[in-house]
């Protein structure tokens, strides 16, 4: 069983940056890919960016030139630096973990909110 423990989240002017962290522990296995998802209320969740154990990296439309996911292999962490932020990047953001199993793995959230 893999934990994911997020941290960095917090209520940011528009324009703003946070740096948002996600540690996995619980495993010796390797994890393949981790991932920021997020939630807005009354959305479904959906990916913001994710990053393989290759080098790899995906990002929804609208973030990529402002958000960067980098990912340190060796202690099992992912951060997602998040700059310019916007009103509508306010959302409960989710770390993900995938095994090279397939087995799929979610923290419990960090709030983002964007306002003046």
């Known amino acids: 069983q893999v934990q994911l423990v997020e941290s960095g989240g917090g209520l940011v002017q528009p324009g703003g940056s946070l740096r948002l962290s996600c540690a996995a522990s619980g495993t010796d296995l390797p994890i393949f890919r981790m991932g920021w998802y997020r939630q807005a209320p009354g959305k479904q969740r959906g990916l913001v960016a994710a990053?393989?154990?290759?080098?790899?990296?995906s990002y929804v439309v609208g973030v990529e030139g402002r958000f960067t996911i980098s990912r340190e292999n060796a202690k099992n962490t992912v951060f997602l630096q998040m700059n310019n932020l916007k009103p509508e990047d306010t959302a409960v953001y989710y770390c993900n973990a995938e095994l090279y199993n397939g087995m799929i793995f979610w923290g419990k959230g960090t709030l983002v909110t964007v306002s003046s």
């Open positions: 990053r393989t154990s290759d080098g790899s990296t």
